[in-house]
């Protein structure tokens, strides 16, 4: 249990609403319970139990005996009311319940057959009761008499706010609480709730709901702000000048390598300002899309940085698409070019855009400028836009700009320090918007992108010794693959087990060059297999990233100590530079911490909305009500 004071002032603040209002104090302390109830909930229909004395009769006051009964009250705070209409509303069915308060509870529970759970009550789960009936002083001869609270150990329901005066003058008493559901800190944060709504209702009971305040001025300080970063700086350097800026640097370090292929930091720059030269002259600038339609290879990625160097925008369509869906990418998009491979073109659906075939056109295009075109990109400029995979509706173009994606590189290089320049794994498709962290996070530091082909990266078995054989240092993958890595490294060592001891017994899930795994996408689990593969590489670290299509990477958390000591779901961490973060409730104001409620992202990284669909962007790409 926990005691809590609503003030010295409260009974006057009630009363005076109550007076105004036609209601009873009782009807004020649920009206604002209830509103409470429904603004932590999210929900519209709150049901609220109380106790009732059952005495409606004169002649049963003098009796001995146990008349109460127990009362469910409900009330509909659906469009959103002020504060009278809502106490209008209680004391409607408030006044409706007293009407039939002689209605056993327990005979109402059978009639309406409530499905029973031995976990909480039926009907209502929260109750409220006021302590105000007249009370005078008990004298049995001598002995002093006085109340003296009983302490049962147990809570009979979730929740019991039990009010009373509170001895000065004031009005507090004491909240019940199941320790399986509430914390302390909750209930205490409730109560302060509590007397926040009540004071902004006795101010303007004709404000809606949904605008009482709740919060301190120091808690919303905290939950606005204290949980975003204080670097809320955009970067202005686009990628490809990052990559540029790193092969003057480094000309001859590697930047790919393929199978026996090998590319230089010199070699990629010359081949993609070559192939940009060539997108130019097709018509290619700033905000014009180029869709990319190849198979995993150098080319491919060469592809996406010429697109960037001649001012475009690539625009990702796996080959492998259906028809139907390649068409509707290539016309919802816009694409002036195609860039493809002979074997890739020979599937495309009819298009209006120019296919540029890479491969048998390598001649031509090699007979380019190898110096880089100068063309004038500005951060509001788009760099690519992905379609969402169309699992909820229409599949939707997000369109991301220059600056959210220079500014993610830009965290990600401070974020990973000198320990930047590693060897990378591309793993992921081109239509997955992690794959712009792998190859231009790791360009921009000067690693080496390591490409591995599509039966390797679907096979466990064969990606373990691949990463091993190429000593790939870093990976970014989705759950399910890093699942699927874990577990074939889980086979791999019992099977080894299985033949030998001691000394000579190889584990198989150990990578002795991985030193970090990123994963993304999909909600991080931390299942057996998955702590058995982090304990067989005790030096790599694992990050948490998470972000929809619409802004890339928002946050991360960094899973650390020792993998038996993981949560099962770990959290998606805290916000990145440059990125906003709020849980916000349906009217988008902020809720407390440990209050459910919709996660809306803002700041540098956000997309400048979905290409072709402004209905839809309005829709979801709203002001930011709190910055």
């Known amino acids: 249990s926990f005691r809590f004071s609503l003030g010295e002032d409260a009974p006057a603040r009630v009363a005076r609403v109550a007076r105004e209002r036609g209601a009873t104090p009782f009807m004020v302390l649920l009206a604002a319970f209830q509103a409470l109830l429904g603004r932590w909930s999210g929900q519209n229909d709150v049901v609220v139990g109380t106790p009732i004395a059952n005495r409606t009769r004169p002649e049963l006051e003098p009796l001995i005996g146990f008349f109460d009964n127990t009362l469910a009250l409900r009330t509909d705070l659906s469009g959103d009311p002020g504060f009278g209409e809502l106490l209008r509303r209680v004391r409607e069915g408030t006044l409706e319940a007293y009407a039939h308060q002689d209605v056993p509870f327990e005979k109402l529970v059978d009639e309406l057959k409530a499905e029973r759970s031995l976990s909480h009550a039926p009907l209502f789960q929260v109750m409220l009761t006021l302590q105000n ?34 001895g000065q003058g004031g009005l507090g008493g004491w909240a019940e609480y199941a320790t399986a559901l509430w914390d302390a800190s909750t209930i205490r944060r409730l109560t302060r709730h509590l007397d926040a709504l009540l004071r902004a209702a006795a101010a303007d009971a004709d404000a809606p709901v949904s605008t009482l305040p709740l919060l301190s001025a120091e808690e919303r300080t905290d939950v606005v702000d204290g949980f975003n970063p204080g670097d809320h700086a955009e970067s202005a350097t686009p990628v490809h000048e990052l990559v540029a800026a790193q092969a003057a640097r480094t000309p001859d370090a590697g930047a790919i390598e393929h199978g026996g292929e090998r590319v230089t930091y010199a070699e990629l720059e010359a081949r993609a300002n070559r192939l940009a030269h060539r997108l130019i002259r097709m018509g290619v600038g700033p905000d014009v899309r180029v869709a990319v339609a190849m198979e995993r290879s150098v080319d491919l990625v060469v592809a996406v940085l010429a697109v960037l160097k001649a001012g475009g925008c690539y625009v990702p369509v796996d080959p492998s698409y259906p028809a139907d869906r390649v068409a509707y990418m290539l016309e919802g998009s816009g694409a002036r070019v195609v860039l493809a491979t002979s074997a890739s073109a020979a599937r495309l659906p009819r298009t209006q855009a120019a296919v540029l075939r890479v491969d048998a056109e390598r001649e031509e295009i090699a007979r380019e400028p190898a110096d880089a075109p100068r063309v004038d990109v500005h951060p509001e400029n788009l760099l690519y836009v992905i379609y969402t995979s169309g699992s909820t509706g229409r599949p939707k173009g997000a369109a991301l700009p220059h600056r959210a994606l220079a500014t993610l590189v830009r965290w990600q290089l401070a974020r990973w320090g000198t320990a930047a320049a590693a060897r990378t794994l591309q793993f992921t498709s081109l239509s997955f918007d992690v794959s712009f962290q792998e190859i231009f996070a790791t360009w921009a530091a000067g690693g080496t992108l390591v490409l591995v082909d599509d039966e390797t990266r679907r096979d466990g078995e064969a990606l373990i010794a691949y990463l091993r054989e190429h000593r790939v240092e870093r990976l970014f993958l989705p759950f399910a693959a890093l699942q699927n890595l874990a577990e074939a490294g889980d086979r791999g060592t019992a099977g080894d087990r299985g033949q030998g001891t001691g000394d000579s017994q190889r584990d198989a899930a150990h990578l002795p060059h991985l030193r970090e795994v990123i994963t993304a996408g999909e909600a991080l689990r931390s299942t057996p297999q998955l702590r058995a593969f982090f304990r067989a590489n005790p030096g790599c670290a694992l990050e948490n990233q998470y972000g929809p299509s619409e802004t890339h990477v928002v946050s991360a958390h960094a899973v650390e100590g020792e993998p038996e000591g993981w949560p099962a779901l770990p959290p998606i961490g805290a916000p990145i530079a440059g990125t906003r973060l709020y849980v916000v409730d349906r009217h988008l104001s902020p809720v407390a911490v440990g209050i459910p409620g919709e996660l809306y992202a803002g700041g540098a990284g956000l997309a400048r909305g979905y290409l072709g669909r402004p209905g839809l962007t309005a829709e979801r790409f709203v002001p930011d009500p709190l910055s």
């Open 133 to 166: 009936a007249p009370g005078g002083g008990l004298a049995l001869g001598d002995a002093d008499i006085a109340p003296r609270a009983a302490d049962t150990g147990t809570s009979r329901f979730d929740l019991t706010l039990i009010l009373a005066d509170d």
